[in-house]
């Protein structure tokens, strides 16, 4: 049973956003400040990723824990009220990233995904060192 009534839950969920979140945000902010350029939210791209860096063929998909199932984390937990849905749900998410990795490695694009709780200065650096190497 949950503890708060479904009018309340509904609007708690309506005011999750999908782009612009704060890890999307930190992200960018520190690829800016090292000199990177890039894009955002493609819409003819694939899974609409968050940042499109042109120059090296590459896209960043920021995900966040729950979502998108990040394993072993703290905050991939899983709710108790309507398991079969959830359940559902985060199959479908977890299928739906897959196939979108799957479509850039066929138009030789790089696909890098960074989970919201690795988002750490060390976490950052390594990702435009890697960038940068490509």
């Known amino acids: 049973m949950d503890r708060i009534s479904s009018e309340r839950r509904s609007w708690n969920m309506s005011q999750i956003k999908s782009s612009n979140t704060k890890p999307e945000i930190i ?23 968050d940042i499109i860096l042109k120059k090296y063929n590459m896209v960043i998909f920021v995900d966040g824990c729950f979502w998108h199932r990040h394993k072993g984390c703290k905050y991939c937990y899983t709710p108790k009220s309507r398991k079969k849905f959830w359940k559902d749900k985060f199959e479908k998410n977890i299928k739906r990233d897959k196939v979108v990795n799957e479509s850039y490695d066929s138009i030789d694009w790089k696909v890098i995904r960074i989970w919201e709780c690795e988002i750490n200065q060390e976490r950052l650096q390594d990702l435009v060192n890697h960038i940068k190497s490509s």
């Open 27 to 49: 992200v960018r902010s520190f690829l800016h400040n090292a000199g990177l350029r890039f894009r955002l939210h493609n819409k003819n791209l694939p899974g609409r990723p």
